[in-house]
C-alpha cells in the first residue's frame, strides 16, 4: 500500500501526491511519512527538480495523523516510553524543517528549493502541520473544505511544529481559537484569518501552484521566523501586547476547562516558553510538552475514549455478523419533541421517513421541526435552499399507518406508556413487511416487555436516542431478551447512516446512561437536603469536569420529569425504593412551582429572557445549609462514584458487555468528565484499590450505596483493572 507518488513534469516541477489506496481519506501512518521524506529528499537531490508540489489526489489533503501512531511510539519505547515518543517526535520535526528549509544554506537563506502545499479540500492536524512547513499554502476554494487543527478535541495538541508555527505566522491572539478551542475554517476564512496564504477556483489549483514555484525567489522561500529581526506578530509574551494575551489566554483556559485538560495548560505553555527562544529550540521544547502530555494518563484515557474506541464502535466492532442492513424507509410513529427529531437526523442523512402522529396537525408540526432546523442552516450559510427542499421533500407527515407500507425500519416515540406503545406495535405490524425491525426509543419501559405486543420479538430492539436528537452525539441500542442479531445489525447500521455513535446494551432498568445519570442528579439533590452549600455542590462537579451540576441538570431536564421517574420508579421498586430523601426535595420544588428552565424557576433562578443567574435565594430557607461543609474532594468523590459505581454494576450484570461502551457512552451521552476517559478508564488511573478504599470511606458515612461493588474488590485485591482484564489489544490505553 503507497501512499504517496511522485512524478516529474517537463518543467522541472516534481508533485508529490498524498492518495492512500484504498481509503477514503488519506491519514497519516508511520510508514507514510517516512516515503514523504525519502520522496522530498529526491525532489530536493535531483538537480533536474526546479522545486515540489505536495498535494493530493482525493477530495480532500488530510484527515490528520493515525493517532495509533502515537500509541505505538509508546509502546515501542518499553520501559522508558517517554525517550521514545521524545525521539519519535524529534524525528517527524526533522522531516518537516528539511521542508521548510529545502535545501538552502541556513546562513545565506540562498538556493532553497520552492515546495508549496496545494490543498484541493479538508486539510485537519498533521494534513495543515505539513503545509504549515511548506513556503506557500494554497488550497481549492471548496466551501466544505475544513482547515484547521483540532487536536485539542481529543485531549492533545499540535505537536508536529504546528503550535510553533502558527503562534510565529499569526501571533498568539489569532492563533488562539485553532489551538485551543480547535476552530476549524472554510479555505477563504482561513485566508482571511491569515492561515493559508491563497485560495483558487478549484480547477485552477495545480497549475497556480506550478505557476508559485516557477516563480518563488530565493527570500520567497524563507519563513519569517527564520528571517533577521523577527518579530512575533502582536508581540511575544514579555512584550506589554502579548503579556496580555497570555494573562488572558490563561485566564480563558482555566475558565473553560477549570484545570482539568492537561492538554491546554501543556499547549500554553509550549507556546509561552517557545516564544522565548529561537525557533529551533522552540520546536524542542514544543516536543517535550507534547511527550509529558502524551504521557499523562488523562490525555491516553482520552485518545482511547474519544478517538480509538469512539471510531471502531462507528464501523461495527460490537456489530453481528448479517448482511447489510442499510435502512432505505423508515417510518417514525409519535411526532413529538422525540419524534420530530429522529425524523429531522434520518431525512438529513438521504433516509425517506413516513411521519405519524395521532392527528395531523401533530405530524405536520413534527416535519415543521425539521423546517425550522433547515432555516437556521441556511441564515447561517450552512444549508442550500436546494437542500433544504430536499430534505423535506423526503418526509411524509400523516395519521395513515398505511403509508408505512415499504418500510424496513420503523422507530416509535409515542408517549411513555406501555398500552399505548402496544397498540401501536399491533398497528404498524398489521401493514408493515414481515422483515421490518420494530425499534421504540422508550426511555424506562423494559424492551423485553414492550416486544410482548410484537408478532416478531426477535425483530423488536430499543433505539434510544438522547435530547436534542439533532445535537447529541450517542444513540443506546438495547437488546431485550428476545432480540434478535438482524436487529441489533439493523440499529447499528442505521446510526451509522445517520452518523451518531452506538453503544449495545443488554435490557435493564433505564439501560445505561439514565442508570448513570439519575444517581449524580440525586446525590447532588440529597446533599442540598443535608445542608451541603449548593455552590459547593455544583463547583464541585464543575471543578471535577462535568459539564452541568447536578442542580443545573435537573433544572436543564425539568423537575416535573424528575418527580415522574421518581414516581414510577418507587412504584416499580416497592419497599426497596432508596430514594426517599430525593423525592422529598424534588416534590418540594414541584410544590413552590419551581419546575425548572422551563418554568423560569427551578435550583437557579432565572430572568425574564430564560437566561440563568445565580442558585436560587430561598434554596436556604427550604434547606438551610449546616455550619460544617464536607471537603471539596468528598463532596467530588459522592458526585464521581455515584456515576462511576453504576458503570461498574452494568458491567457486572451484564448490561454493558463491552468497556469501551461503557467509556465512550458515558462522555457522549451526559458527558462524564472527558479528561477522564470515561468512568472505568478513571477507576483504572487512580487504581482500584484506591477506588475500593474511597467506596469504603463512603459507605461508613453515606451508606451502602457506595458499598464496592464485587469486580472492583477483586480487581483491587489482584491489583488488576479493567482494560487490562476486559480489554482487547485494540482497546488497552494508547
Ligand atoms: P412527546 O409527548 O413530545 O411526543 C409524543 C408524541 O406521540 C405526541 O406528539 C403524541 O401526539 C404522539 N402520540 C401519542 N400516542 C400516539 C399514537 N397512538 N399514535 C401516534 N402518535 C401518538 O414525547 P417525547 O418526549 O417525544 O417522548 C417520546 C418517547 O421518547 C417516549 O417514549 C419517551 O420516553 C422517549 N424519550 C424521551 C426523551 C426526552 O428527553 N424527552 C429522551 C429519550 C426517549
Known amino acids: 500500500m503507497t501512499d504517496f507518488s511522485y512524478a516529474v513534469d517537463a518543467d522541472g516541477v516534481a508533485t508529490i501526491t498524498w492518495d492512500t489506496v484504498g481509503k477514503s481519506m488519506n491519514v497519516m501512518s508511520q510508514p507514510a511519512f517516512e516515503l514523504l521524506s525519502d520522496l522530498v529528499d529526491k525532489g530536493l537531490a535531483d538537480e533536474t527538480v526546479k522545486g515540489l508540489i505536495i498535494t493530493s489526489g482525493k477530495k480532500d489533503f488530510a484527515a490528520g495523523m493515525d493517532l495509533n501512531v502515537i500509541a505505538n511510539m509508546k509502546a515501542a519505547g518499553g520501559d522508558n516510553p517517554a525517550k521514545s515518543v521524545f525521539e519519535g517526535v524529534m524525528g517527524m520535526h526533522a522531516v518537516m524543517r528539511k521542508i521548510e528549509r529545502a535545501g538552502m544554506d541556513p546562513k545565506t537563506l540562498k538556493g532553497g528549493k520552492p515546495i508549496v502545499a496545494a490543498l484541493p479540500g ?77 485560495v483558487v477556483a478549484p480547477q485552477d489549483l495545480q497549475a497556480r501552484a506550478k505557476e508559485w514555484v516557477l516563480g518563488a525567489k530565493d527570500a520567497d522561500l524563507v519563513k519569517p521566523w527564520d528571517a533577521k529581526g523577527y518579530k512575533m506578530p502582536g508581540g511575544a509574551p514579555y512584550h506589554p501586547a502579548g503579556f496580555m494575551t497570555f494573562v488572558g489566554a490563561s485566564a480563558m483556559v482555566h475558565g473553560k476547562t477549570m484545570g482539568v485538560y492537561p492538554a491546554a495548560k501543556a499547549l500554553l505553555s509550549a507556546v509561552y516558553e517557545g516564544a522565548l527562544v529561537p525557533f529551533d529550540t522552540a520546536l524542542r521544547i514544543e516536543a517535550r510538552w507534547f511527550t509529558n502530555l502524551l504521557l499523562n494518563p488523562s490525555s491516553s484515557a482520552m485518545i482511547r475514549s474519544l478517538f480509538i474506541n469512539k471510531e471502531a464502535l462507528e464501523k461495527g466492532a460490537v456489530r453481528p455478523a448479517q448482511p447489510d442492513q442499510t435502512v432505505k424507509k423508515v417510518g417514525i410513529i409519535g411526532a413529538g419533541m422525540m419524534g420530530a427529531g429522529i425524523a429531522y437526523v434520518s431525512a438529513n442523512a438521504g433516509i425517506e421517513v413516513v411521519l405519524i402522529d395521532a392527528k395531523q396537525e401533530a405530524a405536520d408540526k413534527g416535519k415543521t421541526y425539521s423546517e425550522a432546523i433547515l432555516d437556521k442552516g441556511i441564515s447561517r450559510k450552512k444549508v442550500t435552499a436546494e437542500k433544504k427542499a430536499d430534505v423535506l421533500a423526503r418526509i411524509t407527515a400523516t395519521t395513515e399507518y398505511a403509508a408505512l407500507a415499504g418500510c424496513d425500519l420503523i422507530v416509535e416515540a409515542v408517549f411513555e ?71 441489533v445489525a439493523k440499529a447499528l447500521d442505521y446510526v451509522r447512516q445517520i452518523r451518531k455513535t452506538p453503544i449495545v446494551v443488554n435490557d435493564a432498568r433505564f439501560f445505561y446512561a439514565n442508570r448513570c445519570i439519575i444517581p449524580y442528579i440525586n446525590e447532588g439533590i440529597r446533599m442540598l437536603a443535608e445542608g451541603v452549600e449548593p455552590v459547593l455542590i455544583e463547583n464541585a462537579a464543575k471543578l471535577v469536569g462535568m459539564p452541568l451540576g447536578p442542580l443545573q441538570l435537573v433544572d436543564e431536564t425539568s423537575i416535573d420529569l424528575g418527580v415522574k421517574i421518581a414516581r414510577a420508579t418507587r412504584l416499580a421498586m416497592g419497599d426497596a425504593y432508596p430514594d426517599g430523601a430525593v423525592d422529598a426535595v424534588l ?20 430572568d425574564e429572557a430564560g437566561k440563568r443567574q445565580g442558585l436560587w435565594d430561598g434554596l436556604a430557607a427550604a434547606w438551610p445549609v449546616a455550619t460544617e461543609q ?90 488488576d483493572d479493567f482494560y487490562s482484564r476486559f480489554g482487547s489489544a485494540a482497546t488497552k490505553a494508547a
Open 122 to 198: 479538508t486539510a485537519l492536524g498533521i494534513g495543515l502541520e505539513i503545509p504549515l512547513c511548506c513556503h506557500r499554502i494554497i488550497a481549492a476554494d471548496n466551501p466544505r473544505a475544513k482547515i484547521g487543527l483540532p487536536e485539542i478535541m481529543v485531549g492533545i495538541f499540535p505537536g508536529a511544529g504546528g503550535t510553533t508555527r502558527l503562534t510565529r505566522k499569526m501571533g498568539a491572539m489569532m492563533a488562539a481559537p485553532y489551538l485551543l478551542e480547535g476552530k476549524l475554517s472554510t479555505p477563504k476564512a482561513a485566508k482571511a484569518g491569515g492561515l493559508i496564504d491563497e
Open 417 to 487: 406508556d406501555m398500552a399505548i406503545k402496544a397498540e401501536v406495535t399491533a398497528k404498524v405490524e398489521a401493514v408493515v413487511g414481515p422483515d421490518c425491525i420494530f425499534a421504540t426509543n422508550t426511555s424506562t419501559l423494559p424492551i423485553t416487555d414492550l416486544a410482548r405486543a410484537s408478532a416478531r420479538p426477535e425483530q423488536f430492539v430499543g433505539i434510544h436516542f438522547f435530547s436534542p436528537v439533532d445535537k447529541m452525539l450517542l444513540v443506546e441500542i438495547i437488546r431485550g431478551k428476545a432480540t434478535g442479531d438482524r436487529a
Open 587 to 606: 416534590f418540594a420544588m414541584a410544590d413552590h412551582g419551581r419546575l425548572g428552565k422551563k418554568a423560569n424557576a427551578g435550583f437557579y433562578s432565572y
Open 630 to 719: 464536607p471537603e471539596l474532594t468528598e463532596v467530588q468523590h459522592r458526585l464521581l462514584m455515584a456515576q462511576v459505581l453504576e458503570a461498574v454494576r452494568a458491567l457486572e450484570e451484564g448490561v454493558l458487555m463491552d468497556i469501551r461502551e461503557g467509556d465512550v457512552g458515558a462522555i457522549l451521552g451526559w458527558g462524564f468528565a472527558p479528561w477522564s476517559g470515561g468512568p472505568l478508564s478513571w477507576l483504572d488511573m487512580i487504581g482500584a484499590a484506591r477506588a475500593v478504599a474511597i467506596c469504603d470511606a463512603l459507605t461508613t458515612t453515606y451508606g451502602a450505596r457506595f458499598t464496592a461493588p464485587a469486580l472492583l474488590r477483586d480487581l483491587a485485591e489482584k491489583g
